[in-house]
């Protein structure tokens, strides 16, 4: 059901782990922009960064917290079936991120997307627990375990939908403007399984990727060159790529979404 029943800004922010730290950076340029957002939609990393941005958490302290991010700080390893990691790390670094603040604190209306891993359903959430709908959209199947909501296996919102446009369009939105994370193909030579396993979900992504941001009104495209899922060591290169592709289409902004520059300047 519409959220609005006028015209209203969505940003739809796509998932990546540390690619999706650019982010940050185009929040950043938009802010700066004054560029008015209504609604935040976030898939993965996207829902983390978006959530805490939507109850308020400034950009500088999402910046300074990406920069010391490390690997390390996800790794708790586990014996599960289900999963390489245990996830008790990740719920932390979701809970000290927002505050552990909910849907209601927020200043600018957030929805978080995530994947019904046994009925194949993507699903939206506008309210519930902000932090388990986090913690499940950005549970990557096979390294972190599903989150149990409502009986339901949540897992990572961007196996199905890393951009999620269509979502936004669902909540009301007029006019949608789509950070495009992308993944990192691998060019050259594929030498062992663990490589052909990531390609084969980067080729498949991609692909997904460029139809679903197609529906957005203005699509941002960090460069984000070579820099991979794991590279969280690279999070100010992430950034400024993400600054760089936001000040690129402002004009673009600007005009798909009929500001009036001397309003908003």
């Known amino acids: 059901m519409p959220l609005f029943k006028k015209r209203k800004f969505a940003l739809a922010l796509g998932g990546g ?23 935040i939609v976030g898939s993965s990393i996207g829902a983390l960064i978006g959530a805490a941005y939507s109850l308020g958490v400034p950009t500088y302290k999402m910046e300074k917290a990406a920069l010391k991010f490390a690997w390390d700080k996800l790794a708790d390893f586990s014996i599960s079936r289900m999963s390489i990691l245990k996830g008790e790390k990740l719920a932390n670094i979701v809970e000290e991120f927002t505050d552990n603040k909910g849907f209601s604190d927020a200043r600018i209306p957030i929805a978080v997307t995530a994947a019904d891993i046994e009925t194949g359903e993507e699903l939206t959430y506008t309210k519930g627990n902000l932090q388990k709908l986090i913690q499940a959209s950005c549970s990557w199947p096979g390294f972190f375990p599903p989150v149990v909501i409502e009986g339901r296996k949540l897992v990572d919102g961007g196996i199905l939908n890393s951009i999620p446009v269509k979502m936004a369009k669902h909540l009301g939105a007029t006019k949608i403007i789509a950070i495009d994370i992308g993944f990192c193909a691998k060019k050259g030579t594929i030498d062992n399984l663990f490589q052909m396993f990531m390609q ?60 009036d520059v001397g309003l908003w300047k």
Do not use: C, W
């Open 17 to 39: 782990a540390a690619r999706g730290i650019a982010n940050i950076g185009v929040l950043k340029v938009l802010e700066q922009e004054r560029i008015p957002i209504d609604l």
């Open 200 to 259: 084969s979900i980067q080729l498949l992504g991609t692909e997904l990727d460029r139809y679903q941001s197609m529906q957005a009104d203005v699509i941002i495209k960090p460069k984000l060159l070579n820099l991979d899922q794991f590279a969280f060591h690279r999070a100010r290169e992430a950034i400024r790529d993400g600054e760089e592709a936001a000040k690129n289409v402002i004009p673009e902004i600007r005009k798909k979404l009929q500001l």
